[in-house]
């Protein structure tokens, strides 16, 4: 035994004393396990929690409880019995494990509270049943004009009674004059054309979602590369400096902020990162220390170029930051007869938790009382991260939601005379936009 012991050690290129091989032995002998199990739990404990020190009597006693305490819950789970009559489930009782809250929050899937078996409703109407459903032993009523309005049972009443509808944010110029926004001259219809040449435009058939890392990585790097010389330009220097050079005094650098993953979190001051270009700093991400500057606004992706020191080489604390400057303002000919009233939306057009779309309710009553010539909508229409999407609670195929929206914007708005247009989103779960 003790020469299988050693063996096990030694393909790992230790070599413990007789002591530690006694040791080992005992143990062997106290948990009835075998010299590779052994040496195996010793290798990854020494890895974690002692910095691949070589083994020796104080560690392996220190070794011993975790030893211990591992095993012992492997057994625990090894002893519990299984039940001796197989439980059989049928639609009704799958659907209940479905929608059971406690079930989905394991898996760690917020959800809000409902009563289980509760029927589902996505809010929009003139939608056949589920064919896929079909036969199943459970049907699911016909959406009704109800359905689709902030009136419904749920989150959405939530929308329906806050308070801050019709509030006004943000107003340029910030002056006290009141503003109407319905359309004064019904008469005058403006001719609105989608900009773009055809060597812009999409003409051959193309594979949404197989692009290669390498060719997107190069259109990344090419955007930072091409930014930095605008910025250099600006500020009046030959070249950028990496980004995790060890340094303390003040250098340039340029790179775009990007999101550490491991901490968790959303963008914030300490997730904050900034990847490099493959030129300059090799690729390499920085974390950004942002406390001493005084105001700072970041969105992921954003290409940006910092002033700071790096005292430490693995965290940049930044004094200053520079974005690229703004492009000037594009200069026209166009000569309209009066006020463009132009009406702006983003999704999601749905509360997190459902697919009531109430304040998509809402949108369409605005855009036919203020009758605007121009409304773009942007999506997502069927958001990728909205909680029944994330955990499967839909009645239909992620086509046919995302059809059911678009049928709905045409029907609903009754005004002919205005133009609509609808862009996508990279977080919406339907690729095809009609």
Known sequence: MEEHLLNEFEEFGLTPNKRVLEKCIELLKKYEITPDTLVNHWIGYAATKLNDEAPSLENMILFE????????AKTKVKSEPLSESPVIHNITTITQIAEDDELLVGYGTPVRKSSVGAKRTSGLEGTPQNKRLAGLGQTYSVHTPSAFSPSTPGTSSKFSTRNNAGEVVVKYPADDAVINWTRSNE??????QLHGTAETKLTTKYNYMFSRLRDKFDVLEEQIN?????VKRKLGIDDFDPN???KSETFHTIGRICCDATSGSRLNTS????????????????????SQLREFSFFPGQVVAVEGSNPTGKKMVVTSVTTPPINPVLKTD???EGPLNVMVACGPFTLPDDLEFA???????????????LVIIMGPFVDVKNKKVECGDLDYTYQEQFDIVMKELQSKITKYYYHINCLSSKRIISSRLN
Do not use: M
């Open 334 to 336: 166009v000569s309209i």
């Open 359 to 373: 304040p998509l309710v809402e949108f369409i009553q605005q855009v036919n009382a203020l009758l605007p010539h």
């Open 226 to 230: 091409d930014l930095g010389d605008l």
């Open 187 to 192: 008469t005058w219809e403006p001719d609105i």
């Open 271 to 290: 997730s904050l990162l900034l990847e490099g270009t493959r030129n300059t700093s090799s690729g390499q991400s920085v974390p950004l220390d942002v």
């Open 244 to 246: 995790s050079v060890l």
């Open 65 to 72: 409880k975790d030893l211990s305490k591992e095993l012992s």
